[in-house]
């Protein structure tokens, strides 16, 4: 990755924002970007896409990432917890120490990825299409985890 960005400056540059309340990222592309250390909590992203993006550190406490598409990127340490993930999709994704609590990710598309040591309680998770995909979790009390259609998936729970 070339460019080392903070990700909403990135954002605020490419749409010359005059304030400084963070956007909505709704249907745009964001690229080849690291993006460490930052709060995006309650963010709205519908019908975007990322590619190749590495978040490290990132808070996305109670985020909104509906119809958003996720395409080779790195989620280290990132909180998702409350979150909103419906009909995303995720393809050739890691996810490493990530925490879902309390999130909801239905009909969404998981495809090639890979999620080490993350946290799945209370997460609806259902009626999703995985494939070729570990789960390692960490905790899943008072989760529902069902109805999913999986191709080549394992999952590790301890």
Same mark, same amino acid.
């Given at each position: $990755?070339?460019?080392?960005?903070?990700?909403?400056?990135? %954002?605020?540059? &490419?749409? *010359?924002?005059?304030?400084?309340?963070?956007?909505?990222?709704?249907? !745009?592309? %964001?690229?080849?970007?690291? +993006?460490?250390?930052?709060?995006?909590?309650?963010?709205?992203?519908?019908?975007? $896409?990322?590619?190749?993006?590495?978040?490290?550190? !990132? =808070?996305?406490?109670?985020?909104?990432? +509906? &119809?958003?598409?996720?395409?080779?990127?790195?989620?280290?340490?990132?909180?998702?917890?409350?979150?909103?993930?419906?009909?995303? #999709?995720?393809?050739?994704? =890691?996810?490493?120490?990530? =925490?879902?609590?309390?999130?909801? %990710?239905?009909?969404?598309?998981?495809?090639?990825?890979?999620?080490?040591?993350?946290?799945?309680?209370? %997460?609806?998770? #259902?009626?999703?299409?995985?494939?070729?995909? &570990?789960?390692?979790?960490?905790?899943? #009390?008072?989760?529902?985890?069902? *109805?999913?259609?999986?191709?080549?998936?394992?999952? =590790?729970?301890?």
């Amino acid at each position: $990755m070339e460019s080392v960005f903070n990700l909403y400056s990135a %954002i605020k540059e &490419q749409n *010359d924002y005059k304030t400084d309340d963070l956007p909505g990222f709704n249907e !745009i592309e %964001i690229r080849d970007l690291i +993006v460490c250390d930052i709060n995006l909590d309650d963010l709205i992203s519908v019908n975007s $896409m990322y590619s190749r993006i590495e978040f490290n550190k !990132i =808070s996305f406490y109670s985020t909104y990432f +509906v &119809q958003t598409s996720f395409h080779e990127c790195t989620f280290k340490n990132v909180d998702f917890t409350k979150s909103n993930l419906n009909s995303t #999709s995720f393809t050739l994704c =890691s996810f490493i120490a990530c =925490s879902f609590a309390g999130a909801e %990710i239905m009909d969404a598309e998981i495809r090639t990825c890979n999620f080490k040591k993350c946290n799945f309680t209370n %997460i609806i998770f #259902s009626d999703n299409i995985i494939n070729d995909t &570990q789960f390692e979790i960490t905790e899943k #009390s008072f989760s529902v985890i069902s *109805d999913n259609i999986e191709k080549n998936v394992i999952w =590790s729970f301890g």
